[in-house]
């Protein structure tokens, strides 16, 4: 294989963003006819190594060459047109028009004045489907295909170039097991015509059915690469999480208070069903499942941004009715939110009116807001949490995520609640800081708050979690205490198994 | 970090160094253009500029309020005319009738601000409780409303004349007259309801990022339809302000009032998309735009160039604003 000039090579690429470096020197390469793994932890650097990959990011150092020859790829476009094609995980597509017309965006193919040939455009999409063994037609509404099919969509739009390298990046998120089956032979395929290709998981079982070799990247930096067929799976997990973040299990003895919040038979459509669990005061539980395991959709409803169909929620032993986050937060429950950004900041704010944002309100001298008193919140927060900024004049916007997060919990914490839930605590957050967010959690709970943490990463529900509901499809398949669980009976119940070992209904 | 807040500065300051511009620019080219003997910065020039400005200026400051929050008001406008037609006709009416000259001014009054509540909070209500977007409600509104105005009157102008009215209208403080003041007045009111009170800190958070002012607790549509109230009062104040002064409305009054008022809003580096923007800028936008007006005006400019010239320095002020926030992010090029 030695020999063979790579369909695509990076060398020692580096890619900082302000405060942080993303990429430090990688270095990777992908052979003709290769399935190369890409793997790493949220944060490591993979998605930026595939942005610059497809020309959305530049390097700030280091080199791409695309068979031998070096390049550099400005726009997706011009990545496009060497044979570089990327298929995201967030899909890019235009949901109110036609499958082909997808498949071709850009590229229609044109009669005279420019109109569009459409004969020739659906018998070409149509082609390309076929060979996908899609069960829908070109001319269907991308809108109305499930995730899967618009995945395939994807897919389908990067067999029209002539692609020489196709980067999956975590293809499998929302396929059903039938589909995964079509998207490896689509991948044998490709390998078959001498296409290289990058596969992004973080499945190791689907790693290594389907890759030749497997790349490790962690912290920004590239920590090796093996070949699929000579390793194993503890050789690449001690790769991928090494030994610099403290992630042992949580042996710490909880000193449980009342049962603060209870939740019966709690159901809400075709999200989750017959959902019942306590958390008392100081204790931390961990909710554990795939994405789409309806976890986040549990917190919402707890928080009053969904009404749940059926089933009853008790704080300190009284029944509550929660139509709304403002009556959540009177009853003392407080959401950190998956997304930081989008749900839980307003980036255009200081740090300090961001952490008195729901109290602002009872913070007044007459009809103005009293600086004083919301400084004072502010310097009790940073000061407790460590949050690290200049002033409280900083536009959160510019704060590390780290931080960001800090303010959020913050906010909360100045609400006094009773229970906290914390959805994915460290998400896009480095190394360093995820610690100190996972040290805050404990110490929460010592101080006597209820708190729930959903997670998508076992270390982190591992190393916080006092208990661990592990979730399946909308339902709690197995409870377990920080003493009983192993990772292989937590795996298991995720994915529906139960422990007979035989699949739930 | 440095250059951020330079930016800053320089968007803050940007309306001022406009207008500084202006005034230099038509004093000098005045001198050899104008047809007048005046200077163009004699103080009664000025104190003229500053009451001409106030009937668009305080719908823009309402306007500045909705769109850091977010939204947009197009049916100004129309609620302009309508309030104004209320206040004068609602002096003929014969309930009032032993009310007197004087005695009848706090009713009409009372009644135009209390139309341009209903109507905004009417606006208010539909984006509240139907979730549509603001810019298609208050487009619809923008015409029902005018509709009721001409099913008032037809295409008859609305006449009175109260010379208790007018003389209150033209009395003066130190020069400055009576729209002057209530704009400047409104002006610092309005500021210290954004930047001071809750209610201002909560528009610019539901303006910045909606979904996490409904997760930090903030009654979201209650909150817009506030200030839909606001808008709609502030609206029917600029007609109050205005009318009792000239005592005749057209049906087609207050035509493109929206326009002009989301103009100065926006040459004062109010966002569309909400989340920032000052009410002081705003003032300095619509005093721009006046300036440019008279400035034109005092050169010997058609009134045809002055629009043409206004909306060309709108868009360079756009392209501007955009190359300053673009600059170092690596956005993508369309």
């Known amino acids: 294989m030695s020999v063979q000039t790579p369909a695509l090579r990076l060398v020692g690429i580096v890619k900082t963003f302000p405060g942080v470096r993303a990429l430090d020197g990688v270095s990777f390469e992908v052979l003709p006819g290769e399935v190369h793994a890409l793997l790493g932890e949220n944060g490591a650097g993979k998605s930026t190594l595939m942005k610059v990959l497809a020309g959305m990011h530049q390097p700030d150092e280091g080199a791409i060459f695309i068979e031998g020859r070096k390049v550099t790829m400005r726009t997706p476009l011009e990545a496009k047109a060497q044979g570089v094609v990327l298929i995201h995980q967030e899909l890019s597509l235009a949901e109110e028009m036609s499958v082909a017309e997808n ?6 193919p044109r009669k005279r004045f420019g109109l569009v040939d459409r004969p020739t455009l659906l018998a070409k999409a149509g082609a390309i489907l076929e060979r996908l063994n899609c069960r829908f037609g070109p001319e269907a509404t991308v809108g109305d295909l499930s995730i899967a099919n618009k995945q395939m969509v994807e897919i389908a739009r990067a067999l029209t170039v002539d692609a020489k390298t196709v980067v999956f990046d975590e293809p499998t998120a929302s396929l059903t097991d039938a589909e995964k089956v079509v998207l490896f032979d689509i991948i044998r395929d490709l390998k078959a015509r001498g296409v290289g290709v990058v596969y992004i998981s973080h499945r190791m079982e689907e790693i290594f059915t389907i890759s030749d070799r497997i790349s490790v990247l962690r912290d ?29 299990r949580n042996h710490e003895a909880p000193d449980l208070g009342p049962v603060a919040l209870e939740v019966r038979g709690l159901s809400c459509d075709a999200l989750f069903s017959d959902i019942s669990f306590k958390v008392h005061s100081g204790e931390v539980v961990g909710f554990y499942g795939l994405v789409g395991a309806g976890r986040t959709e549990i917190a919402e409803t707890l928080f009053g941004l969904r009404t749940p169909s059926a089933g009853a929620i008790h704080l300190d032993g009284r029944e509550v009715k929660i139509s709304s986050p403002v009556s959540a937060i009177e009853n003392g429950i407080s959401l950190v939110p998956e997304n930081r950004k989008e749900q839980g900041l307003v980036l255009g704010m200081n740090c300090r009116d961001n952490i008195t944002l729901p109290q602002v309100g009872d913070l007044t001298a007459g009809p103005f807001v009293s600086d004083g008193a ?11 949490l460590e949050i690290k900024t200049p002033n409280w004049r900083q536009l959160v916007g510019n704060l590390s995520g780290g931080n960001q997060q800090k303010i959020v919990i913050g906010k909360w914490l100045s609400m006094r609640p009773k229970v906290l839930i914390v959805d994915e605590p460290t998400r896009g957050i480095d190394v360093g800081s995820k610690s100190e967010i996972h040290k805050l959690i404990r110490d929460l709970a010592r101080q006597g708050y209820a708190v729930i943490v959903i997670s998508s990463e076992m270390p982190e529900v591992l190393h916080v979690s006092d208990r661990i509901i592990a ?4 339902r709690i398949m197995r409870e377990f205490t920080a003493e009983e669980v192993t990772e292989d009976t937590l795996v298991q119940a995720i994915s529906g198994i139960v422990a007979n070992g035989d699949r739930a209904a | 970090m440095t250059t951020s807040n330079r930016t800053k500065l320089i968007k803050r300051g940007a309306i001022w160094g406009f207008i500084l511009l202006e005034l230099v620019f038509f004093s000098v080219a005045g001198r050899f253009l104008s047809l007048s003997q005046t200077q163009f910065m004699d103080l009664d020039n000025m104190l003229l500029l500053l009451k001409q400005s106030a009937p668009i200026g305080i719908i823009a400051l309402g306007m500045t309020v909705i769109m850091i929050n977010g939204n947009i008001d197009l049916s100004v406008g129309a609620i302009f005319a309508l309030s104004a037609i209320v206040m004068l006709d609602s002096q003929t009416w014969p309930i009032f009738q032993g009310l007197g000259e004087l005695g009848v001014i706090p009713v009409a009054w009372g009644l135009a601000l209390l139309t341009g509540v209903a109507l905004g909070a009417l606006n208010g209500l539909i984006v509240w409780k139907t979730g549509v977007d603001a810019f298609i409600v208050t487009l619809g509104s923008m015409l029902g409303y005018r509709g009721l105005v001409f099913m008032y009157n037809g295409e008859q102008p609305t006449f009175l004349l ?13 020069g400055l007259e009576f729209p002057a003041i209530v704009f400047i007045l409104l002006t610092v009111l309005i500021w210290f309801l954004m930047t001071k009170t809750v209610h201002g800190r909560n528009a610019y958070a539901v303006g910045d990022n909606r979904e996490a002012a409904v997760n930090a607790g903030i009654r979201v549509g209650p909150h817009m339809l506030w200030n839909f109230i606001l808008i709609g009062f502030l609206t029917a104040l600029s007609a109050v302000v205005f009318y009792s002064a000239s005592g005749s409305v057209n049906p087609n009054d207050g035509g493109l009032y929206e326009l002009w008022a989301i103009t100065a809003v926006v040459l004062g580096g109010t966002k569309l998309t909400g989340g920032s923007g000052s009410v002081i800028n705003t003032f300095g936008g619509v005093i721009a735009i006046q300036l440019l007006r008279k400035g034109l005006g005092h050169i010997g400019a058609d009134t045809e160039t002055v629009n043409l010239v206004i ?10 604003d955009r190359q300053l926030n673009i600059k170092g992010k690596g956005e993508l090029r369309i």
């Open chain 1, 471 to 474: 979730m399946y499809q909308g």
């Open chain 1, 103 to 108: 498949i071709y965006l850009g590229e229609l």
């Open chain 2, 311 to 320: 909306g060309l320095i709108l868009i360079a002020v756009l392209f501007l």
């Open chain 1, 374 to 384: 919301e400084i004072a919140i502010f310097d009790h927060y940073r000061d407790k």
């Open chain 1, 220 to 248: 920004g930096s590239h920590r090796g690469t093996l070949i699929t067929a000579d390793t194993d799976e503890d050789a690449v997990t001690q790769l991928m999480i090494g030994r610099s973040l403290d992630l042992s």
């Open chain 2, 162 to 174: 109260n010379w208790t009215l007018v003389d209150l209208a033209e009395s003066n403080v130190l």
